[in-house]
């Protein structure tokens, strides 16, 4: 085949083959990480955004998408980060969401985050393993830069809670 | 002075303030006093680090001397760099971590909130991004001024030590000189006079609700905008630039 009359669609789809390096059920796409891509026959410019300013996963997604994208005969490309717009969870959309909540993270709960977080007050979480509304937080910063730490008052279970940006 | 110096100094202050204060916060790495608090303050400095590493590029990218970030962070000296005074101070006890964090969380807050704003699309671009965490900070360490001050009797008497100690350099925080006039006149940055309103307002605040007393210290240490630092910022960076000072161009 010949690599210049490569589609967008054809190299998202590639893409999307790509796993979030720490949350490996979602991918770059589904996550928002992936901004934009374009093939002109001889450099591919992949745009993407970090989902936190210091995400070290940037790094190695960028090292994923050259591997990718080689696997298909194009060996040159220049990955950009953005910061703008920024990422925010509602860009996660319902069906990634689920996947997340099967793997055993609470997904983001509501639409972007809002200053209710200075006060104090905490939204409702729902237990990722048993459903149970009864959960607290144990820290507002867990495993990675994007999670929160709750855990399930019923089933006693600690998980991680994707938070609201 | 030119627009391009102006904006050189400023985005020095606003990377090296991130990356000193990222650094110091490391330093807590494996030392945390649970292991929550350990991962939430390793999670914040980087934060901090992310911040300063994509400021730090901007600043390079405008200076034009075809240096990188890691040639800013790694390859100055003291006197170059321009944090504020307030983010080279020791740890001290987890006390004196919550209280210099509390002041600067809040600081941050009202300066980037201003920085979403900016002329400069980078500069506001990066602020956006970081003012998002910057809000979960500011409530980690919220949290930990009403514990520690409305705690025990220990608790509460080491964060008001803290407090004191670390009141003489907030002044600091708000210092203007010519850099700050040039982009306030152009929009690029705010005028520090009205985030000082906001952050005495927000502390005082804060400090009361945690039963704690305003510091009545009246001495105010500035200087971090010609590089004159307290004697803590030397060791710092001689531990942070080791390896790369050792050896040059190593990669992973």
Redesign the interface.
């Known amino acids: 085949m010949n690599i210049s009359t490569y589609s967008k669609e054809q190299l998202l789809s590639l893409i999307s083959e790509i796993p979030d390096p720490e949350i490996p059920v979602i991918n770059i796409i589904e996550l928002g990480i992936l901004r934009d891509v374009n093939w002109d026959g001889t450099l591919c410019t992949v745009t993407i955004t970090?989902t936190?300013?210091?995400?070290?996963a940037m790094k190695m997604i960028e090292n994923d998408i050259k591997i990718k994208l080689k696997e298909i005969g194009i060996n040159n490309t220049h990955v950009e980060l953005?910061?703008?717009?920024?990422?925010t969870t509602d860009w996660i959309n319902d069906a990634a969401k689920e996947k997340l909540r099967a793997y055993g993270i609470a997904p983001p709960e509501y639409i972007s985050?809002d200053?209710r977080?200075?006060t104090?007050k905490q939204r409702e979480v729902k237990c990722p393993r048993c459903d149970s509304k009864t959960t607290e937080m144990?820290?507002?910063?867990?495993?990675t830069?994007c999670k929160a730490?709750y855990r399930c008052i019923d089933c006693k279970e600690p998980f991680d809670y994707f938070?609201c940006? | 002075m030119t627009l391009q110096q102006a904006k050189f100094e400023y985005l020095l202050r606003l990377g090296d303030s991130s990356l000193i204060i990222g650094h110091r916060l490391s330093e807590w790495c494996g030392h945390g006093p649970i292991l929550?608090?350990d991962?939430?303050l390793i999670?914040?400095a980087?934060?901090?680090?992310?911040?300063a590493?994509?400021i730090l590029a901007y600043a390079a990218q405008v200076e034009g001397k075809e240096r990188t970030e890691d040639d800013l962070a790694y390859m100055r000296n003291e006197r170059d760099y321009r944090n504020l005074l307030l983010t080279e101070q020791p740890n001290g006890d987890y006390a004196t971590t919550i209280a210099r964090q509390f002041l600067y969380d809040v600081y941050t807050f009202f300066l980037y909130e201003e920085l979403k704003k900016s002329k400069d699309?980078?500069i506001?671009?990066?602020a956006?991004?970081?003012h998002?965490?910057i809000?979960?900070h500011?409530?980690?360490t919220?949290?930990w001024m009403y514990r520690l001050g409305d705690g025990t009797e220990e608790s509460h008497q080491r964060l008001q030590n803290a407090l004191n100690d670390l009141w003489m350099f907030t002044g600091d925080l708000f210092d203007m000189d010519e850099v700050d006039a040039l982009l306030i006149k152009e929009g690029i940055a705010p005028d520090l006079e009205k985030i000082k309103e906001a952050w005495e307002k927000h502390v005082k605040e804060v400090i009361i609700e945690a039963t704690l007393q305003m510091p009545a210290t009246t001495i105010k240490q500035t200087g971090s905008r010609e590089g004159r630092h307290t004697e803590h910022l030397g060791y710092l960076i001689a531990e942070m630039q080791y390896i790369p000072r050792s050896y040059p161009n190593t990669k992973w």
């Open positions: 970090p936190y300013s210091g995400c070290p953005v910061y703008s717009p920024a990422w985050f200053k977080i200075l104090g144990i820290s507002q910063f867990g495993s830069a730490l938070k940006i | 929550e608090e991962i939430a999670n914040i980087l934060d901090f680090v992310g911040n590493t994509s699309d980078t506001a671009a990066i956006t991004k970081s998002k965490e809000t979960y500011l409530r980690h919220t949290e």
